[in-house]
């Protein structure tokens, strides 16, 4: 925040004299020398870059053995710092705290590619990633602050589980009921960190990073969810292989049902509340889209449906930017519903003006409803 803003709103009356200096003496207090830093922080990339380049130019006259010691010490270095200087290095500010863990946490990801370039092996990718996200997903949830580690716990959970069902699929192929239930299971079993996150928000002293790891896992179940309708509208289901699809997706909306319930319960607030209730939506909206399968127009309503309980809940909840990103999201979906069902129309030229004119008056409903119903604030998700 400027000065010159705290002047003007003191000017328009806004805030009285002793509110404009106690803000002008916050803000000179915890001012940042952004140009300083900037220069700081150039000169260290350059560091950087160099030291890479050094690296990179004699790394086949490097030992295998010293470079892997040296990337161990750097990861043990940084533990150390962790462990030992965590609190001071809060104090001092927390953003230093998390550079740390998430700086560890690509060291130790990196670790398990570099030993098998020096030693020559290979495994199926998730088998290391499994590896690191057992050794260092409870650093990552034990010491994470902000969206950095939220996002290495999330993205690396979904990036594992996804590698480990196209491996044991043959990427397309799976082989019975049985395992395409547990396939569908484990990659459905990240969004079970919604609820991990609800019940530690009250109860941590970093709400923040718990916040966004709750958004992650919705965000999660969300895409699933808008995935699954995207498929059923396409007629993208085997249907040759009834009940071992419907047993998978079945399996997936349960497993987002419990996800969003278990919001429901550890956070009763309304925020809570809709949350789970958008991660429980989205779960239900699997099977249901499986039953849509090839069917274009049901499909297509399912998925505006999905998404104007979205905005509901958002409404309920206050929040702003949700909201208009799913009233954004029914405005696009129908628009290429309209594209779907008459393609042939776009092959002429009156087919297009009437499509322009109709994207045209979608965007300016969505704009006046976004406009007229989005609430006015938006609190912490």
Not at 76 to 96: K, Y
Request: hydrophobic fraction near 60%; charged fraction near 10%; glycine fraction near 10%.
């Amino acid at each position: 925040m400027s000065a010159r803003k705290i002047v003007q709103w003191h000017d328009a009356g806004l805030i009285d004299a002793a509110t404009r200096d106690r803000l002008l003496a916050y803000e000179t207090e915890h001012a940042r020398p952004l140009v300083l830093w900037a220069v700081f922080g150039i000169g260290a990339l350059a560091i950087g870059l160099g030291l890479v380049s050094v690296i990179a130019a004699n790394w086949e006259d490097i030992p295998g053995l010293v470079r892997l010691s040296v990337h161990f010490a750097l990861m043990a270095g940084t533990l150390a710092a962790l462990f030992l200087r965590e609190e001071r290095l809060a104090e001092r500010s927390p953003w230093v705290v998390e550079a740390l863990v998430f700086v560890t946490a690509a060291l130790g990801l990196t670790f398990f590619g570099h030993l098998g370039q020096v030693y020559q092996t290979s495994a199926p990718l998730w088998q290391p990633l499994a590896l690191w996200l057992a050794l260092f997903a409870p650093l990552l949830l034990l010491m994470g602050r902000s969206w950095p580690a939220a996002l290495a716990v999330m993205g690396g959970s979904v990036w594992t589980v996804w590698e480990y069902a196209s491996a044991n699929t043959g990427y397309g192929v799976i082989l019975d009921t049985g395992w395409s239930v547990w396939l569908a299971f484990a990659t459905a079993l990240p969004v079970a960190f919604a609820a991990l996150a609800a019940g530690m928000r009250g109860r941590s002293a970093r709400p923040d990073f718990w916040r966004r790891l709750e958004q992650l896992a919705l965000a999660y179940a969300v895409c699933g969810a808008s995935f699954a309708c995207a498929v059923a509208s396409a007629g993208g289901f085997h249907q040759s292989a009834l009940s071992r699809e419907a047993a998978s997706v079945l399996t997936s909306g349960v497993v987002a049902v419990l996800a969003g319930l278990g919001v429901m319960l550890a956070r009763p607030s309304v925020s809570g509340r809709m949350a789970g209730a958008i991660i429980a939506g989205a779960g239900l909206a699997v099977p249901i889209a499986y039953v849509t399968d090839g069917a274009t127009v049901p499909a297509a309503l399912l998925f505006m449906a999905l998404w104007a309980g979205f905005a509901a809940a958002a409404l309920a909840a206050q929040w702003r930017g949700v909201f208009q990103l799913a009233v954004g999201v029914i405005a696009l979906r129908l628009i290429i519903l309209s594209f779907e069902l008459a393609g042939d129309l776009l092959t002429s030229g009156f087919g297009l003006i009437l499509s322009g004119v109709m994207i045209l008056a979608v965007a300016w409903v969505a704009v006046r409803v976004s406009r007229r119903f989005a609430p006015r604030e938006e609190p912490g998700a």
